[in-house]
């Protein structure tokens, strides 16, 4: 049983930052998504271990997904947020090496979340 497991979710200021962690990486492919209240889970950023990314429109120049080989985990960066990122968030990580879609129906494991609130 994979179990992915998300940290780093919090409450904070628009214009604020937030840094999410997810462990294990490692995975060929993996993704942040989120999920709103009363919306669906969207893609918010995707990396497979070849290095190529894929962001979100609502995200990018904002939030930066990467690697952190030292700590075995994948890192979402987050800057600028704004009242609208408040939402769970929720690691993925795929079996196979693909590109980095941002479309759920991909992904084979998944996290708990973590919750990341902005007020304005």
Do not use: H
Not at 41 to 57: F, K, P, Q
Not at 71 to 79: C, G, I, T
Request: hydrophobic share 35%; glycine share 10%.
């Amino acid at each position: 049983q994979v179990q992915l497991e998300e940290s780093g979710g919090a409450s904070v200021q628009a214009g604020g930052s937030l840094r999410l962690s997810c462990a294990p990486s490692g995975y060929p492919t993996m993704g942040w998504f989120r999920r709103a209240p009363g919306k669906e889970r969207e893609g918010v950023a995707a990396l497979n271990n070849l290095g190529a990314t894929n962001y979100g429109d609502s995200v990018k120049g904002r939030f930066t997904i990467s690697a952190d080989n030292a700590k075995n985990a994948l890192v979402l960066q987050m800057y600028d947020l704004k009242p609208e990122d408040t939402a769970m968030y929720y690691c993925a990580a795929r079996r196979w090496l693909s590109s980095p879609f941002l479309e759920r129906i991909y992904y084979d494991y998944w996290g708990q979340g973590t919750q990341v609130t902005v007020s304005s």
